[in-house]
């Protein structure tokens, strides 16, 4: 029998890498690619800062009319009636008038007068208070006419000697008709602001000169 010679292993040929065709990247290790935008309008540009617009021009300002020269006015005289004082008239007879009076002061404190700013005359007897503040002399009472914190009562006689005070209020109780016609102007005259007369009406406006 012939021995059959043995043949070598038939190896495959080797394709090198090179010549492999191009690799396939895995999907896992792609890098995800940005998506475009969509086109759309496009946003109000916003302004830069530091860069003012135009600036407008102010308006003219408006000139004041000027005045035109003209006379000018005299000053206003004073009032004449801001210093006379109110004269008001309370009828009464002689014997009732020292309460006319009495009631005329009441009401004058009653309606926010403060004491010192009334004085009371009579023209006959003298006010009760009077006659009492005189029997501890002159001096003590017409010192407490000077204070000027109470209602002070005198005699009309001695309205010379009295100081003026917002309101005066004159009791004709009888006396002489010569104290009546000499005290009343001078009553007038101290009264500040108000003379309240009581009595008979008829010989006040007599001596007055006018009609109240």
Do not use: K
């Amino acid at each position: 029998m012939s021995t059959l010679a043995s043949h070598p292993a038939i190896e495959e040929p080797q394709i090198p890498e090179s010549a492999q065709g191009p690799r396939v990247t895995p999907a896992a290790s792609r890098t995800a690619q940005t998506p475009r935008p969509v086109p759309g309008p496009r946003p109000a540009a916003v302004p830069r800062p530091g860069r003012p617009g135009p600036v407008r021009p102010a308006p003219p300002a408006q000139r004041a009319p000027q005045a035109t020269p003209g006379p000018v006015p005299a000053p206003a005289a004073p009032s004449v009636s801001a210093s006379v004082p109110q004269i008001q008239l309370i009828p009464a007879s002689a014997e009732g008038a020292l309460d006319a009076a009495e009631e005329a002061v009441d009401l004058l404190l009653d309606t926010g007068r403060a004491p010192g700013e009334i004085l009371v005359l009579t023209s006959g007897d003298p006010h009760p208070w009077a006659a009492h503040e005189l029997s501890f002399g002159e001096a003590a009472y017409w010192a407490q006419h000077d204070a000027g914190d109470d209602v002070f009562y005198a005699d009309a006689a001695q309205v010379q000697r009295a100081a003026v005070r917002p309101v005066v209020v004159f009791a004709v109780n009888g006396g002489p008709d010569d104290v009546l016609t000499g005290a009343l102007p001078v009553a007038l005259a101290r009264a500040g602001a108000l003379l309240i007369v009581c009595g008979d009406s008829q010989l006040i406006n007599s001596v007055l000169g006018a009609g109240v």
